[in-house]
């Protein structure tokens, strides 16, 4: 006998709304439906009616934790299509920046996952290591999430050689405790019970639901923007692509484990490399590139994030596009949460492999304005309020 | 007649209800204190001084709240389950030797009465689950009831290895035959590491709080409670904690047992108790702490490859040499 | 592959049926091609040159078209863009050689009315169940209200 439960929009889960509609037999899960459109803002719409420089800072809340990597692909986008180039300086600092906060982001997901499976400890414990992080970005960028770092044009603050010091210091601890989580995580039974063998995508199926990002190395398959594509300081700063080959959600911990080491070395890289000089060419604040279109891609934390812009010779865009990981990662969850033949999913099993792809949820709906009134407003009472709660509920069983 | 009144006014304040509902919110206090420090955090601080009020306050906040019971549900299940609940647990309370060698209710035969009255709270559990009618509380209702399959059968073998020892199945002898050697210090050292994981899946902490999930089942049998039912609930299972840890206590620790100075039996006797209890109340926290929670299917496999083996071997062990 | 090559191996592939294409800057290509030859046209880049993996479909309204944009590509990034008539907006759906894509319509058809011919799912995917029905809110002519503060 099988029947539906909803988990979201409101769950403890969820960092965001959203509504997955699983149909389960006993205890496990048969099939699966994803509606992510709880989050529309309508940014896309909205980049259209505001000029180039006020368009960063709202391309920058597309999403509070890959800030960095939005605001590096927006400003990247119009650099390329003004056919400017940014200074050698510039491009370490952004880097800096953008792989601190991808330190942040993996960080703040393995204290989740933890969180996800049960394992309170771990999850206080990660989390206060993370307040070492959000203090390194606080003193570069005098914010501790959302940055606003970048700028067309470079960076908009310097880092002293007193930053330096303290950024080597705050490192080598986060290098220690990344090591002590590492073994936690790779020698803890109850863990492995619960990660190991759960939540399989194959390499081939992983190519064609076009996964991306960490999903995508823990199958084995090597890519990565900052690779395939570099962009920033990436072409001249080493770092190794890292790929696990069990496909399972313990995969997936391991590859962002290591990819924080990975962060800690190259920061170290290009703190010991950085050129001298000017730090942000000044454009007018006023600009009108030329008619043309640009793409621009980087590594967010978590995948392959995607600008489109089209510029008809105005000073705001003609058409923005902005196509997030989350959302090319959504064919790839709900392939991994169907049970199929022998490999059967639990309704245990589902907040793991959920958490497993890091989904950010207001990445992924965010094109168009809700039109909330419609030209009036009103206000509900709480009898009105549960009787239209109550005939949504119903019309969707 | 002065025997009778002696004895409602023992079972209602000390060492009766009023003592026991006094001492499983200080038992709370602790747990939770003890595992935010585990956590490297601070715990309870404000009400009270260092929070050692909060329970009690949490307890008065849900009594104020609102009692909604859903539509669709089984009202006199519904209504009738927390009650219950609360009523066997502090029932049983009555049973374990604090002040003394016995309890306020002791007779022949009383150690099976206490485990067959524990067996109803955990059918109770699954009464509330299914009395709900929600999704997720049915199935936080099923998993407990795999999970009981799982865990009874080691909790009761681990207290057999405690009967074949001394020879008896009532409370009182139990007790006495330990004060020579504590049991924990012989041949019982298997059955008590037996019986401290039989525990801690039978009040549903991590690593088995798998029918009260809050990740994946938003509270699980008990998400549509609210009000005065949440709290009686909640109070049932604190005074759990303290029953089963008290049993702990009794069976392997000697119970209320140690030195005394004659005129002061009383009190040493009840600060003995409440110290081993406590002792077997850290055991269960640190467990609680380094553990991620395990899937159900996991958990039975794990009671019936690892537990119940051993729990027999442990019974083999006394009987070889008892 | 580089830029170039890619270039060379479409025009002998398809010859005139490519309008035009050029390589502004480093690593990305911007082709055009006719609406009959676009699904040949990502076959080809998908499979012969094994570029395997679809990014993006990006859905754009220029006043009296609509233009459909796919990005592909791992490391060089091929964007074939085809125009579409406004008043009857049909395209040949990739999703048969392309299943991941299906996402990616079914948005570019809810907010500027695309229609997939050959998509087999495409229903509401980002816009609220009770939106109405032909009002596309990516399309020039819907002006967006702000909203007004509840009092």
Redesign the interface.
Known sequence: MSFYIPIGPQHPVHPEPLLMKFKVEGEQVIDVEINVSYTHRGIEKGLEYRDYMKGIFLAERICGICNAAHTLCYVQNIEQLLNKEVPPRAKYLRLIVEELSRIHSHLLWLGLAAHQIGFETLFMYVWRDRERVLDLLEMITGNRVVTSYNTIGGVRRNITPEMEQKIRKGLDYLEKRTKYFKKVVMEEPTVLVRTQNVGILKPREAIELFAVGPVLRASSIKHDVRADDPYAAHDEVPFNVITYDTCDVYARILVRIDEVLECINMIRYSLDHLPSGKYRIRLPVVIKPPPGESVSRVEAPRGDLLHYVKSDGSDKPYRYKVRTPTLANIPSTARMLTSRGDYIVYIADIPIIFGSVDPCLCCTGRVMFVDVEKGKSWVWTYNELVKYSRERFERHD | MIEVLYKIIQMILFPGFAFIGVLSLLYEWIDRKFYAK????VGPLYAGPHGILQPLADFIKLLSKEDIIPEGADKFLFTLTPIFFFAVNLLLTLLLPICGTSGVISFTGDLIFFVALLTITSILVYTAGVASVN??AT?GA??AVLQFIGYEIPFMLSIVSVVISSGSLTIKNIVESQSNMWYILGPNLLAFAVYVIAVQAELER??F??PE??????AGWLVEYSGKKLALFRLGRDIETLLLCGLGATLFLGGPLGPVIPGLEIILHTLYFTIKSIIILLILTTLK??????????MLVFSWKYLIPLSLISVLIVRVVF | MNEEEIINALKERFGDKIIDCKTPMRRRVFVEVSKECYKDVVKFLLQDLDMKFVEAITGTDVNDHLEVIAHIGYGISVSVKTKVPKDDPVIDSICDIARGAELYEREAHDLLGIVFKGNPNLKRFILPEDWPEGVYPLRKDYEAKHPKPLR
């Open positions: 585990l956590q490297n955090r999704r997720f199935i099923e998993r991590i690593p709080d798998i999930a809050e990740q994946e089942i938003v702490a380094i553990f991620a929670r395990i899937r159900v299917d996991q």
